[in-house]
């Protein structure tokens, strides 16, 4: 059974940092794709960072020069720092787990949500 378990989620004033962390469970983490997402309420589910096999990166504009990702392949854990936070980034964040086998056929794994709340 694969296990994404999220970590490091609370309050923070607007200005400030956190750092979550992600470790999975999964064979062979170092292939899976990795990736952070959020979800505030109301609204869909976002692609907040990613980090490739490869070590490519990609942010969208609302976080990028704010928001860092990386990977520990030993561990098999994945982190996503976050600077100068916004009360816009209050959402739950999902660590993400993707390996596609082809074009139809995929491993795509969730964990189950860590709490960040942005506010004074």
């Known amino acids: 059974q694969v296990q994404l378990v999220e970590s490091g989620g609370g309050l923070v004033q607007p200005g400030g940092s956190l750092r979550l962390s992600c470790a999975a469970s999964?064979?062979?983490?170092?292939?899976?794709?990795m990736g952070w997402y959020r979800q505030a309420p109301g609204k869909q589910r976002e692609l907040v960072a990613s980090?490739?096999?490869?070590?490519?990166?990609n942010y969208p504009d609302s976080v990028k020069g704010r928001f860092t990702i990386s990977r520990d392949n030993a561990k098999n854990t994945v982190y996503l720092q976050m600077n100068s936070l916004k009360p816009e980034d209050t959402a739950v964040y999902y660590c993400?787990?993707?390996?596609?086998?082809?074009?139809?056929?995929?491993?795509?794994?969730w964990g189950q949500g860590t709490q960040v709340t942005v506010s004074s």
């Open positions: 980090i490739s096999s490869g070590g490519f990166t």
């Open positions: 999964v064979t062979i983490f170092s292939i899976y794709t």
């Open positions: 993400n787990a993707y390996r596609a086998f082809s074009a139809v056929t995929a491993n795509d794994y």
